[in-house]
């Protein structure tokens, strides 16, 4: 069973999320545990607070050591060889998440993953107890929340037993190949005097393949040609899309 856990001063927003779709299948099969923690059941004083004023002054608040530290720690264990787990902050400053990077996390170990919001968090979080720092994408969300489900789930339909047909992920954008995934067609044949392509209809599954290997890779380079290689004819598999986070 692969493990996640949530540190967020917001569990409510992952409620819906967790019941939902694939993410909650992969739970009641019993193939993913996923869990959301209050950060605030770690704060000592009376208030819950989990915020302060920046030293050197500026807009806003930064979370504090106290009780992010303690909480990451408690939920992952210390910082070092012996932490079982990774601790993921997800952050503008991160790494970019791709394909690659997903197919990466659902080999292994178990994540907690932590969610900041205000202006961050205190520099001494990210020495004392963080392993990475991952980006969904170059913008600024006010947390971490959503490109926490972000990584959930592009995490959890990688698992096996998770997707009805494990061999659609061979097929889809950023899956080797062709970068971006062409064109997809059902019923009805035609549909507003919109035809169906007469290729995909022909049973020849040589030629289909043929085909939407060549629109896939046109569409790549129409729409993301940074992604294709500088012959044009492979793309580059470790280069993703993305999204972001705060």
């Keep these: 069973m692969f493990k996640i856990d949530i540190l967020t001063i917001f569990p409510p927003l992952f409620s819906t999320f967790l019941e939902t779709a694939f993410v ?5 099969q019993g193939v993913a545990e996923v869990e959301a923690y209050d950060l605030r059941e770690w704060a000592e004083d009376r208030h819950r607070s989990v915020d302060d004023s ?9 979370m504090t050591p106290e009780p992010l530290v303690p909480a990451i ?3 992952a264990g210390p910082k070092g060889p012996e932490r079982i787990g990774r601790v993921i902050y997800l952050s503008p400053q991160g790494t970019p998440l791709n394909q690659a990077k997903l197919m990466d996390l659902a080999q292994g170990p178990p994540l907690l993953l932590v ?9 001494r979080v990210l020495d004392l107890a963080v392993d990475e720092e991952i980006s969904i994408g170059d913008y600024v969300l006010s947390g971490g929340e959503v490109p926490a489900m972000v990584l959930i789930e592009g995490i959890v339909r990688l698992l096996p037993g998770v997707l ?5 992920i061979q ?3 950023f899956q080797g190949g062709a970068v971006l995934e062409g064109p997809q067609y059902t019923r009805p044949p035609i549909y507003r005097a919109l035809s169906v392509p007469e290729i995909l209809r022909s049973g020849d599954h040589a030629a289909i393949e043929a085909w939407r290997q060549k629109i896939a890779q046109t569409r790549t380079l129409e729409r ?3 992604l294709m290689d500088p012959a044009g004819a492979k793309a580059v598999g470790d280069t993703g899309s993305s999204e972001q986070n705060n």
């Design 115 to 123: 969610c900041g919001r205000y202006e961050g968090i205190d520099q």
């Design 224 to 226: 993301r040609p940074e």
């Design 24 to 28: 909650a299948s992969a739970r009641k």
């Design 171 to 173: 097929t889809e954008s």
């Design 164 to 168: 009805g047909n494990p061999a659609s």
């Design 73 to 75: 720690e408690a939920l």
């Design 54 to 62: 920046p030293y050197g002054g500026g807009p806003g608040m930064v």
